[in-house]
């Protein structure tokens, strides 16, 4: 499987998937919310939902979660309720995760597929 959750708004988002030379299955989550069976997924692989989590998106500061003591819990229920704090792009490529877009995450991203 290969899956991508992506924000067609996003920039950063768009170009990353055209340098990727991959298929993959998109999901806007904009348009189409994560689930809850979808968050549970990605949290098998990163056995964290804070490691799933932008603390850079606008809502963050705007609620004040900065300065509040966040749990895995609370940060399950903040990724279900708004779309803006899941870490972009995430790709699921068989039984692996690749989370965010620094150029770490999607140069390993791509060595995984070159390996393929």
Known sequence: ??????????STCVRILKDINH??????????????????EMYTHTSSYEAL?????????SMGLKEQ???EVDF???LLQEYTFLK?????????IFVGNSKKVIDSLNTYLSDE
């Open 53 to 61: 989590f932008s603390k850079r998106a606008q809502k963050y500061k």
């Open 23 to 40: 298929e993959f299955e998109l999901q806007d989550i904009k348009i189409n919310p994560v689930t809850a069976e979808q968050l549970d």
């Open 1 to 10: 499987m290969k899956k991508a959750f992506y924000l067609s708004t996003c």
């Open 76 to 78: 399950k229920k903040l």
């Open 88 to 96: 972009r792009p995430v790709f699921l490529v068989d039984n692996t």
């Open 69 to 71: 003591n966040l749990q």
